[in-house]
């Protein structure tokens, strides 16, 4: 009998993340890998992707492409000519899906309209613009280099360049009270095309927020529950919009939802190329987790000298199938339970899914496990509570 992980993939689609890891400046709230460098072999980078493209190919052939997601850093900071020698390689190893999604991550001070041309010119189809607020004083806070007219005036131009265009906003800011958010996402909600994301701002370790909070700054930051009223303010002004909370913190209008992004959480199969990119990838029927050394400069040195700059660990059915949860419940769709059955060699325990289906956490409709809108605000709990942690 083949393993059930062998062809599990195809419930969520296959997909390639590349990592641009340079930025202009860093955000002291952001923990991604990006670093800022006076200079840049553009060359040196080009022939690097290009031969981990190469080498991934091998891995997996002949599977058909539903998304790529050019991520960072600053992609917008990438010549054109790199991108499409980049997305070129691409096609030239896999077939691509009929309405295959190519995004890239912009950011409104590295942006403009030839810019944006050269990158639709090489087949990019939709852009994410790192936005993050609607008032000045706010971006100044987040560290960011544009202007709330520099975003609006950057948005403008792609909407002309992309069919697609979505952009991100923080919330839970300093001194940020109710009322603002409201009248910030209003404003944002009249601009958003067909996809918009809202995340609440974390301190995340090894930022230079986290440093500054542990000293006693960022002083003004919501409390759990004025985080919470604003979590179900965006989700209700988001609705009265027309937009749905597919997922989390992502919304949009019906159809619009990201490709790439489903593949995710839906947990399907995508390739992580460039410094410190993540990938999930089934072969022989078993998921293998690769996670790229951070360092821009060991991982060129690791591929120019023909290593592979990847450690890989095979996961086992328990762990995979806690990505599963972790992944599938932050979808308003949730998880198929006959699937994780599947992945696991286990189904999920009756007692504890009634248990919280009595507390209004989850509820199950043909055959889907789905957390509710309260069940939401408390995700992480009912996914340890579910995987029996």
């Known amino acids: 009998m083949p393993d059930p992980l062998t062809e599990d993939w195809r419930a969520g689609g296959f997909g390639i993340y590349l990592h641009w890891p340079f930025c202009q400046a860093k955000c002291p709230y952001c923990d991604f890998n990006s670093h800022v460098a006076a200079r840049i072999d553009t060359?040196?980078?080009?022939?690097?992707?290009?031969?981990?493209?190469?080498?991934?190919?091998?891995?997996?052939?002949?599977?058909?492409?539903?998304?790529?997601?050019?991520?960072?850093?600053?992609?917008?900071?990438?010549?054109?000519?790199?991108v499409d020698a980049i997305l070129?390689?691409?096609r030239s190893h896999w077939p691509m899906a009929n309405d295959v999604e190519i995004t890239m991550e912009a950011n409104p001070g590295s942006s403009d309209a030839d810019r944006f041309r050269s990158y639709a010119d090489a087949g990019v189809n939709r852009l994410s613009?790192?936005?993050?607020?609607?008032?000045?004083?706010?971006?100044?806070?987040?560290g960011r280099i544009h202007t709330v007219d520099e975003a609006l005036a950057a948005f403008s131009v792609a909407r002309e360049v992309f069919g697609r265009v979505s952009f991100d906003l923080i919330y839970a800011?300093?001194?940020?009270?109710?009322?603002?958010?409201?009248?910030?996402?209003?404003?944002?909600?009249?601009?958003?095309?067909?996809?918009i994301s809202l995340y609440q701002l974390t301190v995340e370790d090894g930022t230079a927020f986290a440093d500054r909070f542990r000293r006693g700054g960022l002083k003004g930051l919501p409390d759990e529950d004025r985080a919470a009223d604003m979590y179900e303010l965006t989700q209700e002004m988001a609705a009265s919009h027309g937009f749905s909370a597919y997922e989390v913190s992502n919304l949009a209008r019906p159809g619009a939802e990201s490709i790439h992004n489903r593949i995710y959480w839906r947990y399907g199969d995508y390739l992580g190329i460039g410094p410190g990119a993540h990938g999930r990838v089934t072969l022989s029927g078993r998921r293998h987790a690769t996670e790229a050394v951070r360092a821009p400069g060991l991982w060129l040195e690791r591929v120019a000298s023909g290593g592979v700059p990847d450690q890989v660990e095979v996961l086992t059915a328990e762990e995979a199938g806690e990505e599963f949860l972790i992944m599938g419940l932050r979808l308003s769709e949730g998880i198929e339970l006959a699937r994780y059955a599947g992945i696991t060699g286990v189904p999920l325990d009756a007692e504890r899914i009634a248990a919280l289906e009595a507390l209004g956490m989850i509820v199950q409709q043909n055959g889907r496990l789905m957390a509710t809108a309260q069940g939401r605000l408390v995700l992480n709990a009912i996914i340890r509570d579910l995987a029996g942690a």
């Not at 613009?129 to 987040?142: C, E, H, I, P, S």
Request: no cysteine; hydrophobic share 40%; proline share 4%.
């Open 129 to 142: 613009m790192g936005v993050q607020a609607l008032n000045d004083r706010d971006l100044l806070r987040l």
């Open 88 to 90: 070129s390689r691409i």
């Open 173 to 195: 800011r300093q001194d940020q009270g109710l009322d603002e958010w409201r009248a910030e996402l209003d404003r944002a909600l009249g601009l958003a095309v067909d996809h």
């Open 43 to 82: 060359g040196r980078w080009t022939q690097s992707y290009l031969s981990e493209i190469d080498r991934h190919a091998a891995l997996v052939p002949g599977r058909v492409v539903n998304s790529i997601f050019i991520g960072g850093g600053t992609p917008s900071l990438m010549p054109g000519e790199m």
